[in-house]
C-alpha cells in the first residue's frame, strides 16, 4: 500500500541518484507512484504539497493571474495612447497582460470582440474615472450603422465562399485564373481595371475582387491601401485572403476594415479560403 513516507522516500532517492529534484513526471516514473495515489495522499497540487513536505521549493511556479481591474486599465490606457480602441496586435506588441488566449480562459473569458462592451461595463459598475474618451471610441463601435449589401453581392459572396480551388497555388495570379474561369462558368462577367485602383477582377462592371496570398503585415498594409482606392470607384468590394498564416493578422486586418471602410454606403467583405 503506497504511503506519504513511501511517496517521500522514493522522492529523497531520486534526489541522492540523480544529485537533482526530479520533475513531475521524472518522480511518476521512477517511484512508480499513481498519479491518483500521489493526489489522495497529498490533495490539491499534490507534488508541489509533496515537495513541501521533502523541504524543496515546488517546481510549479506560483502563478497568479492579472487581476481584472489591472487588465480593464491595460486597455483603457492603450486606447487613450493609440487614440482608438487597440487591436489584439496593439496588445501583443506593448506586452500588455495576459496574452489573447490567455485572456479567452478562465477565470478572465475574455474574447477579444467583447472587449469594449466589457471595459464599459467595468467603467460603469465600478465607477471609475479617466476613460471619458475611450467609452466615446466604444459608443461609435457600438452604436456603428450596419452596412446592408446588395442581393445580387450576397449572392457574389456565396459563390466565392462555395468555390474551391483544384489544389493549392503557389501565385495569387494563378488563383485569379481559377476563380475567373469558376464565376464565368457561373455566367457572370469578368473583367479587369487597370490604371489607379489596378482591380483584380471586376464583375459585372459592379463589384471589385483583391486578391492575396499567404499576406504578411506589410501585405495586409497594401491591401488595406488598395481597398480604399476601390471603394471611391465601387460600393461592394471583395478582399479575398487564400492561405492565410495563422496568428491575429487577419483578425486585426478585419477589425480595420470594419472600423475605417465599411460605412453606410460602402461595404468591403473580407473572406479567407
Same mark, same amino acid.
Given at each position: 500500500?503506497? =504511503? ?6 522514493? @522522492?529523497?532517492?531520486?534526489?541522492? =541518484? *540523480?544529485?537533482? =529534484?526530479?520533475? +513531475?513526471?521524472? &518522480?511518476?516514473? #521512477? ?15 499534490? &507534488? ?13 511556479? $506560483?502563478?497568479? /493571474? ?8 491595460? *486597455? ?10 487597440? =487591436?489584439?496586435?496593439?496588445?501583443? +506588441?506593448?506586452?500588455? %497582460? ?6 479567452? /480562459?478562465?477565470?478572465? $473569458? ?8 466589457? #471595459? ?12 471619458? %474618451?475611450?467609452?466615446? *471610441? ?9 452596412? %446592408? ?25 494563378? +488563383? ?5 474561369? @469558376?464565376?464565368?462558368?457561373?455566367? *457572370? ?9 489596378? !482591380? ?19 501585405? @495586409?498594409?497594401?491591401? #488595406? ?7 471611391? /470607384? ?14 491575429? %493578422? ?6 480595420? !476594415?470594419?472600423? &475605417? ?6 461595404? !468591403? ?5
Amino acid at each position: 500500500m503506497t =504511503t506519504k513516507e513511501i511517496c517521500i522516500a522514493k @522522492y529523497q532517492e531520486y534526489k541522492a =541518484t *540523480y544529485n537533482r =529534484t526530479p520533475k +513531475y513526471k521524472e &518522480y511518476l516514473k #521512477f517511484s512508480g507512484v499513481p498519479k491518483r495515489h500521489l493526489i489522495q495522499l497529498f490533495g490539491k497540487d499534490a &507534488y508541489s504539497n509533496l515537495q513541501i513536505e521533502c523541504g524543496d521549493r515546488p517546481n510549479k511556479l $506560483n502563478l497568479v /493571474r492579472a487581476p481584472n481591474d489591472k487588465i480593464m486599465r491595460q *486597455y483603457g490606457d492603450l486606447s487613450i495612447e493609440l487614440g482608438r480602441l487597440p =487591436t489584439s496586435s496593439d496588445w501583443l +506588441y506593448k506586452g500588455s %497582460k495576459p496574452s489573447i488566449s490567455g485572456l479567452e /480562459r478562465s477565470p478572465h $473569458n475574455i474574447k477579444w470582440s467583447e472587449f469594449p462592451s466589457k #471595459f464599459k461595463e467595468w467603467v460603469e459598475k465600478e465607477n471609475i474615472t479617466g476613460y471619458k %474618451k475611450v467609452l466615446e *471610441y466604444i459608443e461609435h463601435h457600438i452604436t456603428k450603422p450596419s452596412v %446592408k449589401e446588395s442581393k445580387d453581392f450576397t449572392k457574389i459572396i456565396k459563390e466565392i465562399q462555395n468555390w474551391s480551388p483544384a489544389r493549392r497555388r503557389n501565385s495569387e495570379g494563378e +488563383y485569379k485564373i481559377e476563380l475567373r474561369k @469558376y464565376l464565368e462558368s457561373l455566367h *457572370y462577367n469578368l473583367g479587369e481595371e487597370k490604371g489607379d485602383s489596378d !482591380v483584380d477582377l471586376v464583375i459585372d462592371n459592379k463589384f471589385a475582387i483583391e486578391i492575396k496570398k499567404d499576406p504578411n503585415s506589410t501585405d @495586409y498594409d497594401r491591401l #488595406f491601401g488598395q481597398l480604399a482606392r476601390h471603394l471611391q /470607384r465601387y460600393d461592394e468590394v471583395i478582399a479575398l485572403i487564400m492561405d492565410p498564416p495563422t496568428g491575429d %493578422k487577419l483578425r486585426d486586418f478585419e477589425s480595420l !476594415v470594419d472600423l &475605417y471602410l465599411n460605412t453606410k454606403n460602402k461595404l !468591403v467583405v473580407v473572406i479567407r479560403k
